[in-house]
């Protein structure tokens, strides 16, 4: 889950370097205070996978059920490992995490790199890649949804093994826990996210201990470590093999939390939080399971709470569920955030968002994901009703993202580092011949779920480029009626005999520097009346998640530095929340033909209306949905930070 911060605070940065600690111990509380808030937020989703994943693959109940015996065992024990091992350990902490923008990690940090080098080389691969990474970020809110669901339900249904009268309780508990979840959103998780930490310590350890347990017992369990095993099991039975896969890919569910997190806490926190302490205890625990089963085969109906002693069943329970409902918040909130970059980067309307922090890497809320994603996660709950029952569905939404990610990292690393071909490309077959043996599997299930996570990025993907398309035609069609800035400066100089001056300072929001803004054009035109000072502002989103303050303001005084009329270019990054007031109040005065009388000022905004016309740009359906979509747009003086009894609203029309 990617965050944000307020513009004009004291707090600049997203973490405190090393530096800024005292001496060496300071440095050291720091990495090690990184690390743990890493463990609490990053490997939430990832941590869990041991709950499910080998129950999942050898559910009798499966279309396509592996046998349990030796061979099997030590095959799916063998490629649970190797799985991981290559997909989260190689292709995320040792290759993706190194393709950052400014930080930031992430397919939309892909995105915008692709888009940074969409000017420098071929635009129209680039814009083929940029649409796949659109589709990824579309799958990663399918996993939003699943993931919810598929973690607390796998944690709460530990109740069947404790007590088996409470299982018709299972799905109702689990709403109750959701609802909850998403009710508590809006209070921000700066409180709770102290705690996250040491409770996903205690976690790891206690699943890491309850495996050795378990590989202590058998310990010939260790030989599955070997890739023989995955090997043999694969293409000795590869008709078995290949349809576990589908389930075996639950292991690494949660990986692309490691690199969309990676400007949170950085790339070494959470590569050691990986290496040393989540990664081992993952392999403990599969291992041991893997022992478990083989020690009685009716252990497959839920090995991960029977490796447990008996007496320590009810703790587990309530462990796995607070570390099912971290793993939820982190992925609630990464969809929070990809839905406001993807905002930002114009594939979204204008979504209202609130900070629910004061500091300096503040979570954000967004209501109308939120309760779109509450009534999501509670309709999967009552349709599916078992975790294994959408482990089918989960599994599709993962190795479609995992796919993309590796395929615009190897096209990013090839552009901008100027890696050799014959080097990408054997790393690039490799890699993806692993993620589309992923892909491949999990299509098998397409009747069985695996169609839901499609669906919903399809829908998602819809949307979305529908949206970037109706902008584009709107945006175009503003720009004709507005007409060049320069020559409506002009004709107000001409006019300036018929045109009355009126006190104070009027800011108009324009969408760049090249047009009039429509509401300040109006106000001449039809009431002959103009401020004495004029703030023309334009608010540009740089494909980078924040701008230096060095950075944030260009003044322009549009040629004349007399008549009261400047032109303000104000940067944002895409992680950050326009402030408006905040921003003018920085202006040096010698700069905007005098001090800007900010307290009293007026906020001229221009509101455009969508119509259905018969302009062939859009199809009729995508015509509806696109003005359809217009309806959630934020409050746009909330949005940018606006006093609203001084901010005057002027409305036009548009058809597309």
Known sequence: MANRRHVNGSDDAAAPSPSAAHGPGGRDALRLGLVVGALGVVFGDIGTSPIYTLQTVFNPADPHPVPVSTENVYGVVSLVFWAVTIIVTVTYVLLAMRADNDGEGGIMALITLLRRLGAQRGRRATAVLAALGIFGASLFFGDSMITPAISVLSAVEGLKIVQPSLEDLVVPITAVIIVVLFLVQRRGTAAVGRVFGPVMIVWFLAIGACGLSGVLDHPEILEALSPTYALGFL?????????????????VTGAEALYADMGHFGRRPISRGWLFLVFPACVLSYLGQGALILDDPANISSPFFLLVPEWGRWPMVLLATAATVIASQAVITGAYSVASQAAQLGYLPRLRITHTSESSVGQVYVPWINWLLMVSVLTLVFAFRSSTALAYAFGMAVTGTITITTLLFFYVAHAKWGK????????????????????????????????????????????????????????????????????????????????????????????????????????????????????????????????????????????????????????????????????????????????????????????????????PALAPWRKRLFIATSYITADAAEYFGLPRDRTVIMGSHIEV
């Open 235 to 251: 293409f000795g039975h590869f008709g078995t093999a290949f349809f576990a896969l589908a389930a075996v890919v639950l292991a």
């Open 420 to 615: 050799p071909v014959w080097v990408i490309g054997i790393g690039a077959t490799l890699l993806l011949t692993v993620d589309l043996l992923f892909v491949a599997a999990n299509l098998t299930k397409l009747v069985h779920g695996a169609w839901l996570p499609l669906m919903i990025a399809l829908v998602a993907f819809t949307v979305m480029t529908t949206w970037q398309r109706g902008r584009q035609i709107v945006t175009a069609e503003r720009e004709r009626r507005e007409g060049p800035l320069d020559e409506f400066i002009e004709e107000l100089r001409d006019q300036e005999a018929s045109t009355l001056r009126v006190p104070g300072t009027a800011v108009f929001l324009n969408r760049g520097k090249e047009t009039a803004p429509l509401a300040m054009r109006a106000n001449t035109e039809h009431n002959h009346v103009r401020h004495e000072q004029v703030v023309i502002v334009s608010l540009k989103t740089e494909p980078v998640p924040r701008v230096p303050d060095d950075r944030r303001t260009v003044v322009d005084a549009l040629g004349h530095g007399d008549d009261g009329i400047i032109h303000v270019t104000a940067r944002f990054g895409y992680m950050e929340t326009p402030d408006v007031p905040g921003v003018l109040a920085t202006l040096d005065p010698a700069t905007t033909e005098g001090p800007l009388r900010l307290d009293e000022a007026s906020y001229f905004l221009s509101k455009i209306e969508l119509r259905r016309g018969k302009a």
